[in-house]
């Protein structure tokens, strides 16, 4: 699933108690991403910044940890949603 809006939608009709896991989940998924056969795209997480003016959501990019941000309009990060 794409699109920050699209993420939260399919944690949301996954399972009412499903959702876009936050920076620090989305880490321990990235330093677990061989257990979890995770692959190498980014992922979005619940974690939002300002940047010029401009909500941005923060991504984790499995293929090396490194953290990026994306428009919320932006379609190429994935997403992983975690129930708690």
């Known amino acids: 699933m794409s699109g920050d809006n699209n993420a939260t939608q399919a944690c949301t009709a996954y399972d009412?108690?499903?959702?876009?896991?936050?920076?620090?989940?989305?880490?321990?998924?990235?330093?677990?991403?061989n257990l979890l056969n995770a692959g190498t795209t980014g992922r979005w997480s619940s974690t939002t910044i300002s940047s010029g003016?401009?909500?941005?959501?923060?991504?984790?990019?499995f293929s090396?940890?490194?953290?990026?941000?994306?428009?919320?309009?932006d379609t190429t990060p994935g997403v992983w949603c975690v129930k708690r």
């Open 16 to 33: 009412s108690e499903y959702r876009v896991p936050n920076m620090e989940e989305l880490y321990a998924m990235f330093v677990n991403k």
């Open 53 to 61: 003016g401009v909500l941005r959501k923060l991504i984790v990019r």
């Open 64 to 73: 090396n940890g490194e953290v990026d941000d994306f428009n919320l309009g």
